[in-house]
């Protein structure tokens, strides 16, 4: 998609934005929410905030080249 694409300006300018985390059982082990029991809305937020924050900043950033590019 492109930069000055309508889809992507509006999804830009309204805040419409897909983030996917995907955990493996691992983590879940580690993080101890290999039991249902074990789940919170804390702890899900929590484990979403510290993965996303990466994938996040890697979008802005290269969000930011193709807009230096498209100059």
Known sequence: MK???PVYE???????VRVEVELKRR???IEGLDKLENLSDEKIQQ???SET???LLFYVK????MRVMAM
Not at 11 to 16: A, E, K, L, T
Not at 62 to 65: A, F, K, M, Q, Y
């Open 47 to 49: 484990i979403f905030a």
């Open 27 to 29: 983590m879940l082990q």
């Open 3 to 5: 930069i000055d694409d």
């Open 10 to 16: 509006w999804c830009r300018d309204n805040g419409i």
């Open 62 to 65: 290269r969000l930011n080249i």
């Open 53 to 55: 924050v990466w994938k």
